[in-house]
């Protein structure tokens, strides 16, 4: 999909549909009381009409006098004083969506006066980005599906031009990340395999060209002593991957991000099997593994000044002759062992050994990602996504990335007093921790093998992905990672 910043007379400009902001009490946007001015108030008069007093909905029309646009789709905002960028991006995405039904496939949005900074115009501009994904490689769009949007422009005062075209860059960019970590969750377990990632990113080096990949096999693996990864794949025909992306965007020394992900392509729980129901969503466990590779697209594609690695173990979890079985004790890389008191609890044993590998690159900070509790989704619910972090500044950093890329985390405890729940008389620690804060203790689990680095973790499994009629992958945390990186790259947000 193509996106553009447009200027000049609205009231002139070609377009199958123009989208026009209004808010409660007949108000109109600045933009929208230019075309009702040109128009001799045929907007004032539709809006006399009622359809919109509620101040939310949309009114499509067509053929306004004086008007080049072909229709004229006025969206319903709310309150004038409440309307936010929330706002705008809810109300967009089902105007949007009626677009689809009418079959149009291009759209000019003229962005209300107080949204068309760079913080407005990335919004809208992702949402139309992230409207036009749809999930094709097993199921082909029937000949009748509402097509996708194919061009959409954002009409911005001449003031706000500089920062408005830094905007639609980095909304294409996040917008493909975005893209590639939904399509790589949606496909499913028989042919996302931890092989087949490997081979996504070793084609993602080659297409973009300031990226490079390297994929550690079991061999590697098993020389390099993680035990605890390689306990795991064990149990599956398919061989673990331990895949690594860089981006050099800055100076060879300057110390680099690390980004880790579960890249679980199928957790059926190992010998403590899960319940049948809803086991297909576990295709999904390597979610986290898929928003590194949608974050360090996003860098390459807005050319950050940063120095990015990208770490994703790859590996299945299913329940097989040498997969792990309750009680086994397993070596880590660390060097600390672990008594596998449930093989369901994989996640982590998978990422200790990451972590640990990642200390060579003398990280500037580690953030990991993992679909890693279901007791996470009980705390939290499917909004936010659980982070934890015992360095305050770095949750104050993450928290607002999250806020702005309308991303949001909410922050859990990882106090010492939790950690003692993974007490074992048999190792080092014990991969579970009780029923008691599930998704607590697998974070203490993790930072027992963090020490070496600043570290933040993001439990996203109640976001990754939705349930329902519109199950499907959503593409998170790829818009906070990668609202987070552009501020670590000091790049002004806008000019
Ligand atoms: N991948 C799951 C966590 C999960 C479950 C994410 C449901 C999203 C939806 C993880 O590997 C797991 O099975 N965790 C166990 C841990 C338990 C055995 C301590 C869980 O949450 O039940
Ligand atoms: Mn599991
Ligand atoms: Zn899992």
Not at 67 to 74: G, P
Not at 172 to 183: H, S, T
Not at 204 to 209: E, F
Not at 424 to 452: H, P, Q, Y
Request: net charge negative; charged share 25%.
């Amino acid at each position: 999909m193509q996106l553009k910043i447009v200027g000049g007379d609205l009231a002139k400009a070609k377009t199958p549909c123009l989208i026009l902001g209004v808010y409660d009490k007949h108000k109109r946007s600045a933009p929208a009381a230019a075309v009702d001015e040109a128009s001799d108030g045929a907007i004032t008069q539709l809006l006399r009409k009622g359809d919109l007093d509620g101040g939310k909905g949309l009114l499509l029309a067509y053929d306004l006098p004086g008007i080049a646009a072909e229709r004229v789709l006025l969206l319903g905002l709310g309150k004038r004083k409440e309307c936010n960028r929330g706002t705008l991006t809810k109300a967009l995405g089902t105007a949007l969506s009626r677009l689809g039904e009418h079959r149009v496939t291009k759209a000019l949005l003229a962005l209300p006066d107080d949204l068309d900074d760079y913080a407005g115009v990335r919004a809208a501009a992702l949402k139309a980005a992230e409207g036009a994904y749809r999930y094709e490689q097993t199921k082909p769009p029937k000949a009748d599906a509402p097509p996708l949007l194919e061009r959409f422009e954002l009409w911005v005062a001449p003031a706000q031009h500089a920062g408005a075209e830094r905007a639609v860059a980095h909304a294409e960019a996040i917008g493909a990340g975005v893209a590639l970590a939904r399509e790589l969750g949606n496909l499913p377990g028989n042919i996302c395999t931890p092989t087949y990632l490997a081979e996504r990113a070793t084609a993602l080096a080659d297409q973009l060209g300031a990226l490079s990949t390297e994929v550690l096999d079991e061999d590697a693996m098993a020389e390099l002593g993680m035990g605890a990864l390689l306990s795991v794949s064990r149990g599956s025909r398919q061989p673990a991957k331990l895949i690594k992306m860089t981006y050099q965007g800055a100076a060879a020394d300057a110390k680099p991000i690390v980004l880790v992900g579960k890249g679980l392509t199928f957790d059926a729980g190992g010998i403590s099997i899960k319940p049948a129901g809803e086991m297909d969503e576990m295709k999904y466990d390597m979610a986290g593994g898929a928003s590194v590779f949608g974050a360090m697209v996003a860098a390459v594609r807005m050319g950050l000044p940063i120095n990015l690695i990208g770490v994703v173990a790859a590996s299945e979890n299913l329940p097989g002759g040498a997969a792990n079985k309750p009680g086994d004790v397993v070596t880590s890389l660390s060097g600390q062992t672990i008594e596998i008191l449930n093989t369901d609890a994989e996640g982590r044993l998978i990422l200790c050994d990451a972590l640990t590998y990642v200390e060579r690159f003398e990280p500037a900070v580690v953030l990991d990602m993992a679909t890693l509790t279901g007791a996470c989704i009980i705390a939290l619910g499917k909004h936010p996504s659980g982070l934890f972090t015992s360095d305050d500044t770095l949750a104050k950093e993450i928290t607002a990335a999250g806020e702005a890329a309308d991303d949001r985390v909410w922050r859990l405890p990882l106090w010492d007093d939790y950690q003692q729940q993974l007490d074992t008389n048999f190792a080092d620690m014990a991969n579970i921790g009780g029923r008691e804060a599930g998704a607590v203790t697998a974070a203490c689990f993790l930072s027992r093998f963090t020490k070496a680095y600043p570290w933040a973790h993001l439990d996203i499994a109640g976001t990754a992905w939705v349930k329902g009629k519109e199950k499907g992958a959503t593409g998170r945390p790829v818009p906070l990672l990668s609202e987070l990186l552009i501020r670590r790259s000091g790049v002004a947000a806008a000019d």
